[in-house]
């Protein structure tokens, strides 16, 4: 079994910076890649980034450019830096892991930007 936690998110204004972190723990559980998605209020939850063992990187293009997703995933632990937040970037920001025996989710973390 593998649990994820998450943290960083918060309430910050346009043009703002968050980082988002989590961390994964479970005993003898191989990671292929580690990332984060999320979810507005009403809408369906989307791709945000993702980074694969390897260091490969894949962004939705809505984010392209502001945001970084980095990470060790033999440590298994996943990072978000965002910038130039926009209130269109508010929602729940949950972590997301991919090991051979599924997907593993975190409890998500509320990210608000005003305008």
């Known amino acids: 079994q593998v649990q994820l936690v998450e943290s960083g998110g918060g309430l910050v204004q346009t043009g703002e910076s968050l980082r988002l972190s989590c961390a994964a723990s479970?005993?003898?559980?191989?990671?292929?890649?580690m990332g984060w998605y999320r979810q507005a209020p009403g809408k369906q939850r989307e791709l945000v980034a993702t980074?694969?063992?390897?260091?490969?990187?894949n962004y939705a293009d809505s984010v392209k450019g502001r945001f970084t997703v980095s990470g060790d995933i033999n440590k298994k632990t996943v990072y978000l830096q965002m910038n130039s937040l926009a209130p269109e970037d508010t929602a729940v920001y949950y972590c997301?892991?991919?090991?051979?025996?599924?997907?593993?989710w975190g409890q998500g973390t509320q990210v608000t930007v005003s305008s």
């Open positions: 997301n892991a991919v090991g051979y025996s599924g997907h593993y």
């Open positions: 479970g005993n003898r559980i191989s990671l292929n890649s």
């Open positions: 980074i694969t063992r390897g260091g490969l990187t």
